[in-house]
T-cell receptor
Framework: DGGITQSPKYLFRKEGQNVTLSCEQNLNHDAMYWYRQDPGQGLRLIYYSQIVNDFQKGDIAEGYSVSREKKESFPLTVTSAQKNPTAFYLC?????????????FGPGTRLTVL | AQSVTQLDSHVSVSEGTPVLLRCNYSSSYSPSLFWYVQHPNKGLQLLLKYTSAATLVKGINGFEAEFKKSETSFHLTKPSAHMSDAAEYFCVVLRMDSSYKLIFGSGTRLLVRP
């Protein structure tokens, strides 16, 4: 079955630690995205990548970093510079062409800072 | 600039009664609009999309949305609510620049009473 997987489902971080969230897709999609979701708010874009070895900052990139070394993988690192990282993180992917905008989402990772 | 506004943060209906979730959009271009659904602690799933073809769009699980240019609206409806419809719903517009990013509304939480 094709889809997007995110791991872990729950993650706990101590202040001052960096943590990496995994996102893998086997849909052969070129574009991948990371979003942050806070209670009562819509999704906010952190980073996105439209092709391997290239990525762009979204609306709230400060304190986060990404890499895109393989088409299937787009890991997100939450660094100690992110002042309020407790949130639900969602990864998504999409193809281009006439299905632009139809993003497929992973199940999410809930990050809690202790 | 493009944006979407979801007019209700919470909507409560009884099972078997109609559902109406309201969304207004702002766009200088002919927009591509979407509705996504998110069940608790899950990723998002595409319900339906409008891309300048038919103004009445049918989606999954019996949902429909009508694009009304004169009212700049894209309201989501369903004739008869089911308990499984309880979720958060997001109205989304596709940003029409080279980024092709999605812009999310703040969400409407649908509660279905037995």
């Amino acid at each position: 079955d094709g889809g997007i997987t995110q791991s872990p489902k729950y993650l706990f971080r101590k202040e001052g630690q960096n943590v990496t969230l995994s996102c893998e897709q086997n849909l052969n999609h070129d574009a991948m995205y990371w979003y942050r979701q806070d209670p009562g708010q819509g999704l906010r874009l952190i980073y996105y990548s439209q092709i391997v070895n290239d990525f762009q900052k979204g609306d709230i990139a400060e304190g986060y970093s990404v890499s895109r070394e393989k088409k299937e993988s787009f890991p997100l690192t939450v660094t100690s510079a992110q002042k309020n990282p407790t949130a639900f993180y969602l990864c998504a992917s999409t193809t281009t062409g006439e299905r632009l905008g139809e993003q497929f989402f992973g199940p999410g990772t809930r990050l809690t800072v202790l | 600039a493009q944006s979407v506004t979801q007019l209700d943060s919470h909507v409560s209906v009884s099972e078997g009664t109609p559902v109406l979730l309201r969304c207004n959009y702002s766009s200088s271009y002919s927009p591509s609009l979407f509705w996504y659904v998110q069940h608790p602690n899950k990723g998002l799933q595409l319900l339906l999309k409008y891309t300048s073809a038919a103004t009445l769009v049918k989606g999954i699980n019996g949902f429909e949305a009508e694009f009304k240019k004169s009212e700049t609206s894209f309201h989501l409806t369903k004739p008869s609510a089911h308990m499984s419809d309880a979720a958060e719903y997001f109205c989304v517009v596709l940003r029409m620049d080279s980024s092709y990013k999605l812009i999310f509304g703040s969400g409407t939480r649908l509660l279905v009473r037995p």
